[in-house]
């Protein structure tokens, strides 16, 4: 399975928009999408499963732009995402490619050995109010988005040695990004 996380800077910042754009730009994958939230959501369970893609919730919108299985992870603590982020990913059999909302869960600790993996990190709004778990984890992404409209040269980042993407105001994907990001997953579509 190729794993692509896609991590950002805060709420509103385009990280379901990005992904809903990737997943739908690349539809030789069969995906599966998790969206780890650290907060409770209208939910009983800490993993549920999205059945209805004409629902404006984020794993709504990830059914709508082609994704076989949708599932949340909803108020756990990191470990805990972890662990469920990969029970998502045992029920997700007839999928080649599994899509990872969260600045939490590193693309190492749900990829298996061998497979492919990308990380991306989605950049918008003014960098002192990036969420703090997003400079956790940015020095893990293999790439930056920036989005709506935002430029490197607005922030002060050790982060721009890497690929950087920009996305001007209301788009939510470049054909270079795509390029990139099925470049690296490819991989193991191939070994299979």
Avoid: Q
């Amino acid at each position: 399975m190729a794993v692509l996380v896609i991590a950002g800077s805060g709420r509103g910042a385009g990280k379901t928009a990005v992904g809903c754009a990737l997943m739908a730009a690349m539809p030789e994958f069969s995906w599966a999408a998790v969206k780890v939230s650290p907060h409770r959501h209208d939910v009983d369970e800490e993993l549920w499963e999205e059945l209805d893609f004409r629902t404006a919730k984020d794993t709504g919108r990830y059914l709508a732009a082609g994704a076989r299985r949708a599932f949340l992870v909803s108020g756990a603590t990191d470990l805990r995402a972890v662990e469920l982020v990969l029970e998502a990913r045992e029920r997700t059999s007839l999928c080649d490619a599994l899509l990872v909302e969260s600045n939490r869960v590193a693309a190492g600790s749900v990829a298996r050995p061998g497979e492919a993996e990308v990380s991306l990190a989605v950049l918008a709004g003014a960098e002192a109010e990036w969420k703090a778990s997003l400079r956790e984890s940015a020095g893990m992404a293999d790439a930056l988005v920036l989005a709506n409209g935002v430029s490197p040269e607005e922030f002060t980042s050790p982060f721009l040695r890497k690929p950087v993407f920009g996305l001007a105001a209301g788009e939510w994907s470049v054909p270079e990004l795509v390029r990139f990001v099925r470049g690296r997953l490819l991989g193991s579509k191939l070994l299979n």
